[in-house]
């Protein structure tokens, strides 16, 4: 494809929505969704033509090679892993001043890699986003983010992973704000400097719900702990017996900890579930050292029985004070993200009330000043002033018709208003 005016620097002004999330991945780090790709962008003068009607098609083999009649920012989603299906279409839109707008729409669906940060696991809160740029040259477009309309995500349309038979009834949460910036080049790349336009990227945000872990992966690991302290109900001379028993707990902690840890992608940092998995290991593997050193004195009855009672006593002490420091942490630090996501949720609802309230109002002012004044009325100041008419020009049979028409024209203006406000 070539554009019109491939010599001259365009501006092109992206907006990222996000109609449907369909499925997240953790382990491939990927997700699915749908999302609209609308890029706006002024024509140059004749570029339109006569017909600026607007033009829709979708994407086919062999379409790239013609030479489109709207200029083609040649746009690409970089971290797009697979698209099985999309579809594009033109639309120009006039503004108030009579100034043309060309907007390309792109609607496609597939599977998008994303990086994502682990480390509050399974509690964490994920960016989903859309990283958008052009094929062409640094010098022959400049993409921007679109700053007349806000980015939206579909919260009723969220179904991720809402159909797996677990305690809750979905595992995760999606946020209802979408943030856009502009990531400019790096000058530390090895990319020539001017290669690239750039980059766009539209992020929404989810947050994991931690209860179905809680209760399959702590809520078993605790019971480990628990049934450690039932060994010391065997008799000290039986230390080979407890010795036995801590290490077929060990290797189920052991197991289990594996089969967690193969749902998750490979990373080089530790989760706080694997914090915890890791600690009741490394619980049981000091209980069983203990049995090693209370078999010493297991001939001495009183002695060792005495010696299992203060160790059973700063067991139970230490893992109480494991699990609540544990617990005080995880909840602070997992907070904090959640909290910062829930501001921005505020923030956004409050940005994009402000923006269509002020789009009603230009609309109902629009309308207002299409209808015209009643016969009887003077327009004074942008008002209309009932009463105040010339005798002169009008009889007194029109004079009474038109004052009797004044409410009933004043209603149609306010019901006409109300109803764009209702929009």
């Known amino acids: 494809m070539t554009s019109l005016a491939a010599d001259k620097e365009r501006f092109v002004w992206i907006r990222i929505n996000y109609l449907c999330i369909s499925a997240i991945d953790t382990k491939s780090q990927k997700f699915s969704a749908e999302v609209l790709i609308e890029a706006r962008w002024a024509p140059l003068p004749g570029e339109l033509g006569e017909d600026s009607t607007d033009k829709k098609g979708e994407a086919k083999e062999g379409e790239g090679e013609d ?32 100034h043309k707008w060309v907007y390309l729409c792109w609607r496609l669906t597939g599977d998008f890699y994303e990086n994502l940060e682990l480390e509050n696991f399974p509690r964490d809160v994920q960016d989903l986003s859309i990283c958008v740029s052009s094929e062409r040259h640094a010098d022959e477009i400049e993409l921007l983010v679109e700053d007349r309309k806000l980015p939206t995500v579909d919260v009723n349309n969220f179904r991720a992973n809402q159909e797996q038979p677990c305690f809750t009834s979905k595992e995760w949460f999606l946020f209802k704000h979408v943030e856009s910036e502009k990531l400019p080049e790096t000058p530390n790349s090895d990319v020539e400097l001017g290669s690239t336009a750039g980059f766009v990227v539209g992020k929404c945000r989810v947050c994991r719900r931690s209860q179905y872990f809680f209760l399959n992966n702590i809520l078993v690991m605790f019971c480990l702990v628990v049934l450690s302290l039932t060994i010391y109900a065997f008799e000290p001379r039986y230390n080979m017996t407890r010795i036995g028993a801590g290490i077929n707990l060990l290797l189920v902690a052991v197991a289990f900890k594996l089969s967690v840890s193969a749902n998750l992608p490979l990373i080089s940092y530790l989760t706080y579930l694997d914090v915890y998995m890791l600690g009741v290991i490394l619980y049981l593997c000091v209980n069983i050292i203990i049995f090693a050193f209370l078999s010493l004195i297991k001939d001495v009855q009183a002695t060792a029985r005495l010696a299992d009672k203060i160790t059973v006593s700063i067991l139970i002490v230490l893992m109480i004070i494991a699990h609540v420091s544990y617990a005080l942490v995880f909840v602070s630090r997992t907070n904090i993200p959640i909290g910062i996501m829930l501001g921005k949720d505020q923030k956004y609802e409050e940005e994009l009330y402000k923006l269509k309230k002020r789009k009603n109002s230009k609309v109902v002012k629009v309308v207002a000043r299409q209808i015209p004044p009643p016969r009887n009325c003077r327009v004074s100041n942008g008002r209309y002033s009932p009463g105040s008419y010339s005798r002169e020009r009008h009889s007194p049979i029109r004079d009474e018709e038109s004052q009797a028409m004044l409410p009933i024209r004043v209603n149609e203006i306010r019901r006409q208003g109300n109803y764009l406000q209702s929009i």
């Not at 033109?90 to 001043?97: A, I, K």
């Open 67 to 98: 030479e489109p009649e709207h200029f083609d920012p040649k746009l690409v989603i970089s971290n797009a892993e697979y698209v099985r299906k999309e579809k594009f279409w033109h639309r120009v839109e006039s503004t108030d001043s009579c």
